[in-house]
């Protein structure tokens, strides 16, 4: 099995510019999480897919945050527009519905905002 | 909501014994898991205890007191490459996870 894979691996955009990161989660997983971290806030879950339905946003940090599942293995996750804070790393994880304790992260997006 | 507490960091020499503690405060608690992750690197699954007791896998082991919403995670036999972020989580409500700020372990020789 390939993992959960992300991209790009590292971004670097200015100020104002739309992101957009990219997930594909393990086959057969039918949760995916994304999760942003930082040295001061930690590893803070942002949202997550059951299903490929939206089922807790609450950890979006805002409005200019977007995330969409079309498929069960695609996920995006859209900053528009972007700011220097919102420079972190940005991971994907995935599990299936029967292992609530075991997700699976993807090596992550580290996005700089300039 | 869900807070947990865990010292921000451990030192340890080669072939130690450390403990990281975890304590948690959160409503619809399923378990509590451990992961590590190196620098640069990706949380990877460590272990999980959804009942009191003691869990044991290899050099790792991880214990669990839901009375005192209480866990700890004790690595063994210290070797360099232990050298990680250790990050407690609660599973909520049996779907996501929401993780601690994480124990940066320095094991030196």
């Known amino acids: 099995d390939a993992g959960v894979i992300q991209s790009p691996r590292h971004e670097v955009t200015e100020m104002g510019q739309e992101v957009t990161l990219r997930c594909k989660p393990i086959?057969?997983?039918?949760?995916l999480f994304w999760y942003r971290q930082t040295m001061m806030r930690g590893l803070e879950l942002l949202i997550y897919?059951?299903?490929?339905?939206?089922?807790?946003d609450s950890g979006m940090p805002e409005d200019r945050f977007s995330a969409k599942m079309p498929n069960a293995s695609f996920s995006t996750l859209k900053i528009q527009p972007s700011e220097p804070r919102d420079s972190a790393v940005y991971f994907c994880?995935?599990?299936?519905?029967?292992?609530?304790?075991?997700?699976?992260f993807g090596p992550g997006t580290r996005l700089t905002v300039l | 909501g869900q807070s947990l507490e865990q010292p921000s960091e451990v030192t340890a020499v080669e072939g130690a014994i450390v403990q990281i503690n975890c304590t948690y405060q959160t409503s619809g608690f399923y378990g509590l898991s451990w992961y590590q992750q190196h620098d640069g690197g990706a949380p990877t699954f460590l272990s999980y205890?959804?009942?009191?007791g003691l869990e044991e896998t290899g050099r790792f082991s991880s214990f669990l007191s839901r009375s005192d919403s209480y866990g700890y995670l004790l690595l063994q036999e210290l070797q360099m490459k232990d050298s990680a972020s250790y990050f407690c989580a609660v599973n909520q409500a049996g779907t996501a996870l929401i993780f601690g700020k994480g124990t940066t372990l320095s094991v030196s020789s």
């Open positions: 897919f059951n299903n490929n339905v939206p089922i807790d």
């Open positions: 086959s057969g997983h039918d949760y």
């Open positions: 994880a995935s599990r299936t519905s029967g292992n609530t304790d075991t997700q699976y």
């Open positions: 205890n959804a009942l009191d």
